[in-house]
Antibody, heavy 120, light 110 residues
Framework: QVTLKESGPALVKPTQTLTLTCTFSGFSLSTSGMRVSWIRQPPGKALEWLARIDWDDDKFYSTSLKTRLTISKDTSKNQVVLTMTNMDPVDTATYYC????????????WGQGTLVTVSS | QSALTQPASVSGSPGQSITISCTGTSSDVGSYNLVSWYQQHPGKAPKLMIYEDSKRPSGVSNRFSGSKSGNTASLTISGLQAEDEADYYCCSYAGSSTWVFGGGTKLTVL
């Protein structure tokens, strides 16, 4: 079955760079049409789409955050990595990775999420 | 992109029906038949309930239905049950391989 799991630091300091890893199973990012996105949710607030990487290594970013985000993949390890630079307390959130299947425009499987707190 | 507009909260009694609206623009909701809805219980990851405006994934109760008119999409839950109490988020494809979510609606089952 399809599973995704996020990992990374629970606490980062302001101005630091955050690196999160999404490790997945049950599908391959080398399959034509497969995609993985990162989505975040500040405590008590709404979901926000951040970035997406496709099977062919195409990458797409939120307009408001694109200067701070980098998404990459390691197909052999079934992993997708998100880096976010210049972290700020407003970036405190639960970060999710989610799959978008072939020819789909929705997120059918989600990881459990990882809470990242930005504080000095 | 600006977030889609949802009511902050809705409520209903068991057995009743409720509808949650999701208003976007002609650049997102109104341009594509690609609105999806997610249910999120406290401390849990979102779960896909509706995709492509009105389609239900396998395993989702047929008490959940979606529709759309113009720039506004709607999620209707019929025969409310206690387990339906959760936050609900709409999401629309917004072009150029980007997505926009709604602000979320808290459903209370009285």
């Amino acid at each position: 079955q399809v599973t995704l799991k996020e990992s990374g630091p629970a606490l980062v300091k302001p101005t630091q760079t955050l690196t999160l890893t999404c490790t997945f199973s049950g599908f391959s990012l080398s399959t034509s049409g497969m995609r993985v996105s990162w989505i975040r949710q500040p405590p008590g607030k709404a979901l926000e789409w951040l970035a997406r990487i496709d099977w062919d290594d195409d990458k797409f970013y939120s307009t408001s955050l694109k200067t701070r985000l980098t998404i990459s993949k390691d197909t052999s390890k079934n992993q997708v990595v998100l880096t976010m630079t210049n972290m700020d307390p407003v970036d405190t959130a639960t970060y999710y990775c989610a799959r978008t299947a072939v020819a789909a425009y929705y997120f059918d499987y989600w990881g459990q999420g990882t809470l990242v707190t930005v504080s000095s | 992109q600006s977030a889609l507009t949802q009511p902050a909260s809705v409520s209903g009694s068991p057995g009743q029906s409720i509808t949650i609206s999701c208003t976007g623009t002609s650049s997102d909701v109104g341009s594509y038949n690609l609105v999806s809805w997610y249910q999120q219980h406290p401390g849990k990851a979102p779960k896909l309930m509706i995709y492509e405006d009105s389609k239900r994934p396998s395993g989702v109760s047929n008490r959940f239905s979606g529709s759309k008119s113009g720039n506004t999409a709607s999620l209707t839950i019929s025969g409310l049950q206690a387990e339906d109490e959760a936050d609900y988020y709409c999401c629309s494809y917004a072009g150029s391989s980007t997505w926009v979510f709604g602000g979320g609606t808290k459903l209370t089952v009285l």
